[in-house]
């Protein structure tokens, strides 16, 4: 039997799941602890936006293929359209805070033109973030002023200070993102050196006149990460962006087919996976400051 999958396109239909109360009809702040209702399995397709703070360990989440189980003081976001699975442990109550609101809510506002920017709303819930005690706190004083706002009678200025409130809490969220980044460098490096290889073993092999020119997504792929974090790991770790990194990569590669043999340059471009060589003449000329055949009859 097809497991059914509640479509979660209100913060109200969260709320009823667990028998919470409903301030606003497009923001929340829960507390699991106060549900009245305990689903012990259940699938959501969001259309919300939503941010969790697991306090104690108590269930697990599937999103994606990967499971992840819930550790102590661990931050999992969810964007509209990600489809999530949950299974609480029995006989365990929730002990869980967290935020949802609707895209509509932030329509329109700052928040809602710079939403896109925080791009851990797509990491898997494996790659959550592990809050210290004092980011623990941060949170939840952020969650804190919401849930203020939230409960005073609406006038002219709660729109806009709820979402500059929230601003601040994704805001709170991306410098600890960084600090995880920072704190995990080892194992971060470790990804690096195999992104390289990964590198060197296409543009080795038949893939670019296959496959055409390789994506960050095929990347994380490779190293079981999602584009998102794989990219704002790479970016954090070596200042430059996956796809900066890829080009570079491309562009090697370029140049030393230019300078160790004489095949003209559209035949270079196919080689690499370039769909028309124009697109690897202006991709050089714009990294090399030269076009290939520039480059060609200088350094050659």
């Known amino acids: 039997m097809k497991e059914e999958v509640i479509e979660l396109d209100s913060v109200e239909k969260y709320n009823q799941l667990f028998g919470l109360e409903t301030l606003h009809p497009m923001v929340s702040v829960v507390d699991l602890s106060k549900a009245t209702r305990w689903p012990q399995e259940f699938k959501v397709n969001y259309g919300v936006y939503a941010l969790f703070l697991k306090e104690i360990c108590c269930g697990d989440i599937t999103y994606g293929r990967q499971p992840y189980d819930y550790q102590e003081g661990t931050i999992v976001c969810f964007a509209p359209g990600q489809v999530a699975s949950f299974r609480m442990k029995e006989g365990t109550l929730p002990q869980c805070h967290g935020l949802l609101f609707h895209p509509d809510f932030i329509r329109g506002t700052q928040l809602g033109r710079d939403i896109k920017h925080y791009s851990f709303f797509s990491y898997e819930t494996r790659e959550a973030l592990h809050v210290s005690e004092d980011e623990r706190r941060t949170v939840m004083d952020c969650l804190q002023k919401i849930d203020t706002e939230l409960r005073r009678p609406a006038d002219k200025h709660s729109r806009r200070l709820i979402t500059a409130n929230i601003g601040l809490l994704l805001d709170y969220c991306m410098r600890f993102y960084e600090r995880q980044f920072t704190t995990r460098e080892a194992s971060n490096k470790d990804v690096i050196v195999r992104f390289e290889q990964l590198l060197d073993e ?38 430059r962006t996956a796809s900066e990194y890829i080009q570079g990569k491309v562009i090697e590669k370029a140049k030393e087919l230019l300078l160790s043999t004489t095949k003209p340059m559209s035949e270079i471009a196919y080689s690499l996976g370039f769909q028309y060589p124009q697109h690897m003449s202006r991709m050089f000329k714009r990294l090399v400051g030269h076009t290939p055949n520039e480059y060609r009859s200088l350094c050659g």
């Open 202 to 239: 296409y543009f080795d092999s038949p893939a670019p006149q296959e496959e055409g020119l390789p994506t960050v997504k095929y990347f994380a792929e490779k190293v079981f990460l999602s584009p998102n974090y794989f990219g704002d790991m790479i970016s954090k770790q070596t200042g």
